[in-house]
């Protein structure tokens, strides 16, 4: 099986502290490799673990880890076997992932660079700070039923602008399996002004953070922190061990003032295709 590189015996990275490759080697291990999602085909290759899902959802190598010697062969395999799908296509590349010069390769190869990278930020519940599971005073609401989630919706076109039309339907389909979505709106005087979801993985050790957004008009009244802690608690209760999430250059500084810590960027490069020269 694939696993990440031991980082026992190694001299520290010159980035993170050899408690954080540690704490990086668990989060390949579960959120990039061995985690499983429904209705998706997890497919383990000697040196890459890709994810698999059906029209028309996005496809993504999750995992590599490479030989400097084989990268360009590993790249013409991947893109082979997905061209044919017409379907979205993403390479996702950790800044703490190896060989260096992947990035470049992938974009040599027709992907797209991805200017904008999450950070990947981590929170063990046990260093919880007691502000974070103080009881929440905001209006929090848990969402019970598909039909809520058009309260999700106008947040996120308010907040972040686009289209959700899928959400829906993704979202919905997951609130429905017993245990594995939970999805959090704060109200304002009466209205959706807030939103975030966790998903907790059945026999993960990892839970993780979606969609936080506030409406423009909200920001600054503490509506994200209280979303925020509305899910923290959830997986402290169910006796999660860590909670993990790609933050935005926005939500970064809440997340670290209630406990989160940078452990790497995480680059999501799509395939478009060779480019025209």
Known sequence: ?????????????????AADAELLALYDRWLRIE?????????????????????????RVAYSRLDLAEIDAAIEQQIATFRPMDQPFEWLVAEHD???????RLIAHGFSPDDDPSAVMLLDLRDAPPSLLAPVKADVRRLQQREELGAVIRVLEQA????????????????????????????????????????????NPFAELFGG?????RRGAGLY????????????QRGVRYVATGASPMSRPILEKNGFRVLSFLHALSWEGPSER
Do not use: K
């Open 1 to 17: 099986m694939l696993q990440p590189p031991r980082t026992r015996g190694r001299s520290s990275p010159p980035g993170p502290l």
């Open 98 to 104: 190896g060989p260096p010069g992947l990035q470049d």
């Open 160 to 203: 972040v602008g686009g289209s959700y039309g899928w959400l829906p339907r993704r979202l919905g389909d997951h609130m429905a399996m017993p245990g594995y979505l939970s999805v959090v709106v704060a109200y304002a005087d009466g209205l959706p002004a807030c939103c975030g979801w966790i998903y907790f993985h059945p026999g």
């Open 35 to 59: 985690i499983e999602y429904p209705g998706v085909r997890r497919e383990t290759l000697p040196n890459l673990v890709r994810f698999v899902r059906p029209a028309p959802g996005m496809n």
């Open 213 to 217: 957004a506030t409406v423009p008009d």
């Open 225 to 236: 922190s209280a979303v925020l802690a509305a899910r923290v608690q959830e997986a402290a």
